[in-house]
């Protein structure tokens, strides 16, 4: 059974940083792209991050320069790192794997996780 497991959300105050990860089991992901996404209230959910299996990396414009996305292949697991966190950032985070070529096209991804909960304070 492949599962997608996200971990490290949690409250923090604007400027404070995170670090997300997803341990994906039930088959190797290192050919995948793996991304993050997020939902906030309200909100359509929207791409914020991907890696690829060769370690090319995208990003949203606003999260660019504060968020970083990486990748352990012997772990099989992808983590987003999140500093200088503002209000706006917060939102469920999704982990996702596709096995093709396409890094922000949510529908194109295969897997996905439950997703974590960060909030972040005024």
């Known amino acids: 059974q492949v599962q997608l497991v996200e971990s490290g959300g949690g409250l923090v105050q604007a400027g404070g940083s995170l670090r997300l990860s997803c341990a994906a089991s039930?088959?190797?992901?290192?050919?995948?792209?793996m991304g993050w996404f997020r939902q906030a209230p309200g909100k359509e959910r929207e791409f914020v991050a991907a890696i690829t299996w060769n370690g090319r990396t995208y990003y949203l414009d606003s999260v660019k320069g504060r968020f970083g996305i990486s990748r352990d292949n012997a772990k099989n697991t992808v983590y987003l790192q999140m500093n200088s966190l503002k209000p706006e950032d917060t939102a469920v985070y999704y982990c996702a794997a596709n096995s093709g070529s396409s890094y922000y096209q949510e529908a194109l991804y295969d897997y996905w996780g439950q997703g974590t909960q960060v909030t972040v304070s005024s």
């Open positions: 039930g088959r190797t992901f290192r050919s995948d792209v």
